[in-house]
């Protein structure tokens, strides 16, 4: 009887092994190529200065827009460069004269140019504009995306700059998407020259974005995204699963506001909800905007949008 129960749990253990090789030989390819065109800049056109995405009309007219208020306010524009963690990275500067100024960080795929396009409620609110090209985007160096992590690195070494060339020492950020995860990174260690940010579309876990992700691209989601996961971890020295925001934002003390759409498919209102119900700071507010695709909440409704910025740095200059 032993003997028998011993071969069972043999040949279970043996279809066990088996199937999960099987499912790493047929997945780690998927994960491979998912990760590289998530996270690995392969050429200099890939994530250039150029329309991200051109087939999507929304995002066309926003891109169009900020390449005309950038147009509208050149002779403000200081082309400016570091070296951030080995890396040259590039960004202009609008100096329009405040003593603040707001950093524009965009989601992953995006360069300096999409950024114009959220300018304008922060230089009406007398703030001073600076635009990064994120490392791995645009003009700046670097082979693999920040995730959040890495741009934290960059996003202090520009504020040191800035405040030692420019005199800047009162800085807002703006965070869309990955940009929201940098903001909540960087505030978290308390940069002294911080005074706050304005997060959009933020999610809790990029984890969570990436299952979702994967499975929108068709695939499934497990064991893929844990694959991906190792890789990120291996290639980009950045663990998805403990580096969380979720975990960061309980640690923040200054003023927060949240910009979350209901209709948001990547960053879920749900999960929203919680990142800001567990935010640390008592200046904290949430403006949901009805309509809105991930990213595109200004186009849906510029007046409130603009207005929620503007009231925030009122409050909490």
């Known amino acids: 009887m032993n003997l028998i129960i011993g071969i069972i749990i043999a040949i279970l253990v043996f279809l066990f092994i088996s199937s999960t090789v099987v499912m790493l030989i047929i997945t780690m390819p998927i994960a491979k190529k998912q990760f590289e065109n998530t996270f690995v800049r392969t050429s200099k056109e890939k994530w250039g200065r150029a329309n991200s995405c051109p087939e999507n009309q929304e995002h066309s007219v926003m891109f169009d827009l900020g390449i005309a208020w950038a147009e509208k306010y050149k002779e403000h524009k200081r082309e400016v460069s570091i070296k951030s963690d080995g890396l040259t990275l590039y960004g202009e500067y609008f100096d329009f004269g405040f003593d603040k100024t707001a950093i524009i960080i965009p989601g992953r795929a995006e360069s300096l140019l999409y950024e114009y396009y959220f300018g304008e409620p922060y230089r009406k609110s007398g703030c001073n504009v600076f635009v990064p090209d994120v490392r791995a985007h645009g003009l700046s160096e670097g082979i693999y995306s920040g995730l959040g992590i890495k741009d934290k690195i960059d996003i202090k070494n520009w504020i040191d700059f800035l405040h030692n060339e420019y005199n800047c020492s009162n800085f807002v950020i ?136 503007m009231d925030f740095l009122n409050k909490h200059k």
């Open 174 to 309: 703006h965070g869309i998407c990955i940009g929201s995860s940098t903001a909540i990174f960087l505030l978290a260690e308390n940069q002294k020259y911080l005074n706050s940010i304005v997060i959009e579309g933020p999610y809790a876990s990029f984890y969570n974005v990436l299952k979702q992700r994967i499975k929108t691209a068709g695939h499934i989601s497990f064991p893929v995204a844990e694959e991906m996961a190792l890789l990120v971890l291996s290639k980009i020295k950045v663990n998805i699963f403990t580096q969380r925001p979720i975990k960061y934002i309980k640690k923040i003390k200054k003023p927060v506001l949240f910009l979350c759409g209901e209709e948001d498919v990547s960053s879920l209102p749900t999960l929203a909800k919680k990142l800001y119900n567990v935010c640390g700071s008592n200046k904290k507010e949430i403006v949901w905007f009805q309509h809105g695709a991930h990213s595109h909440l200004r186009i849906a409704d510029t007046e409130k949008y603009d207005k929620s910025i």
